[in-house]
């Protein structure tokens, strides 16, 4: 498993989570399945003039010291932590890059960020026979041209969409928000149309219930 996370407290929230589900990220990253790069880490050590890490590596966030936005470095990151260093190699390897948007927000440019997608996308799916999973943010209101396209690109290739939101009505108690989960049937050129599912959430304190539309604990 590959993990890029650029913000500190959601990997806390990660590993809670995880935890609770009987999967320790700790455990993981002592056995060696579980690569992490920290984000916000590689940034400082940009900022502080540390641009190199003890491998004699560049930095795989090189672009923010850079006029030119290119991702190489971060790919060849990727790339390289699933290179097995043994007889082991990577299985049914997931990539999770949490989030996309930030590297828009570090001055990458929208065509760099969906190159870098690409061939992770010929590495981990096609070569290994992995996933990737990636959080963007939208909003139908929005002006950034550049966010927008990165992520009407992703649902375009994306086998799988989640997409959250809050209550078009507004707050309420019992019911946090909904998802919507479609499936992209047509990606696979049979006829099919995709199919979607609608869900409501609520959050508890270590746990999130799903219930269709209508059928929260407060209505029944």
Known sequence: VLFTQFLQSCLLCSIMFSS?????????????????????KSCLDLWFGEEEDQSGQPSPLQFISESASDLKALFDFV?????????????????LV???????SLGA?????LDFIHYCRVVVCSQLKGNIVVLV?????????ENELVVNSL????????????????????????????????????????V??????????????????????AVL
């Open 20 to 40: 609770l589900k009987g999967v320790s990220l700790t455990a993981a990253k002592e056995r060696g399945q579980l690569v992490f790069l920290e984000g916000l």
């Open 79 to 95: 790339r390289l932590s699933l290179t097995p260093a043994s007889s082991d190699s990577w299985k049914c390897p997931v990539l």
């Open 98 to 104: 949490d989030d996309l948007s930030v590297l828009l």
């Open 109 to 113: 440019a929208p065509v760099a960020v």
């Open 137 to 145: 943010h939208s909003n139908e209101d929005s002006e950034d041209e």
């Open 155 to 194: 649902c375009h290739h994306s086998d799988l969409i989640l997409w959250v939101e809050g209550l078009a009505t507004g707050f309420c108690k019992d019911v946090h928000g909904q998802i919507k989960i479609t499936r992209r049937v047509s990606l696979e050129l049979t006829g099919e149309q995709d």
């Open 196 to 217: 979607v599912q609608i869900y409501q959430y609520k959050i508890q304190d270590k746990n999130v219930t799903f219930f269709a539309r209508g059928l929260s604990a």
